[in-house]
């Protein structure tokens, strides 16, 4: 018989809970990063958390493939099912003692993204969704902002600068932010968790990859909201991401593409 959803997602909140234990015995002791290609910064912390989520992933599902930052992606002939995990989305958030970091975990099952987790073990917030069962917040239920203008909309966004360094993106960030009511640098994966629970209206990267943005696909469409590229489409493979909820999206691709 196949696995339940609910099962799924059990067990994605226990992984993403212990992974998240394990970063907080390293968060706000000086740990020192290194340094990747692209410059971000890694720690123990983040191979930790990856190593011990796979750990347990593949001692539970030894043929579900497993793609994660950390380490080179697990692949299984003829799998249906993947596992997404990011164990520190934030380090820049990490390493300098600022609790916005997370933890995410998402389930493919047939290419689509149908569980997400997102931890934040620093605040102790958890939100979480699988497809057909609704979307949670430290268990109640959540749901986008009910919020009907761009004039009275809220949005999270990451370094106001990184916009400009890809092309397109920085005058759509631009409109976008002069749009709105207000905007804080709320970065990486708790400005989607805001959206997700009704905390902002809108979140958005101009660079991102599957890991990073993979869980909140299925959270934010429990939620009532939408996750996806800048041009509408529901996904978490378009090197982007855009989350607001249905009522607004409209307004702001509208805005962001200049229509």
């Known amino acids: 018989m ?3 959803l609910e099962n799924y997602l059990e067990f994605a909140k226990e992984i993403a809970w212990e ?14 990063p290194e340094w990747k290609g692209d410059d971000s910064p890694v720690t123990v912390a983040d191979r930790g958390a990856e190593k011990l989520m796979r750990q347990r992933i593949e001692a539970k599902y030894p043929s579900h493939a497993i793609f994660g930052e950390e380490f080179e992606a697990k692949e299984t002939a003829g799998a249906t099912h993947r596992w997404i995990i990011d164990p520190i989305d934030g380090t820049k958030s990490f390493i300098r003692g600022v609790p916005l970091y997370g933890v995410l975990v998402c389930l493919e099952i047939e290419g689509e993204a149908a569980v997400g987790v997102a931890g934040f073990p620093g605040l102790n917030e958890m939100v979480y969704a699988a497809n057909g069962l609704g979307c949670y917040w430290n268990g109640r239920r959540a749901q986008v902002s009910e919020t009907q203008t761009l004039d009275r909309a809220m949005m999270a966004h990451i370094d106001a600068a990184s916009y400009d360094r890809y092309p397109g993106k920085g005058e759509a960030f631009k409109k976008l932010s002069n749009a709105t009511y207000y905007n804080m640098g709320v970065c990486d994966a708790y400005g989607y968790a805001l959206v997700a629970t009704g905390r902002m209206e809108i979140s958005c990267d101009p660079i991102v990859n599957s890991y990073d943005i993979a869980p909140f696909l299925p959270i934010i469409r429990e939620a009532g909201g939408y996750c996806g590229d800048w041009q509408g489409n529901e996904t978490i493979h378009a090197g982007e991401a855009l989350a607001t909820t249905k009522t607004l999206l409209p307004q702001v691709l509208e805005v962001v593409n200049g229509n």
């Open 2 to 4: 196949p696995e339940s």
């Open 19 to 32: 992974a998240g234990r394990l970063t907080l015995g390293h968060f706000q002791t000086g740990v020192s």
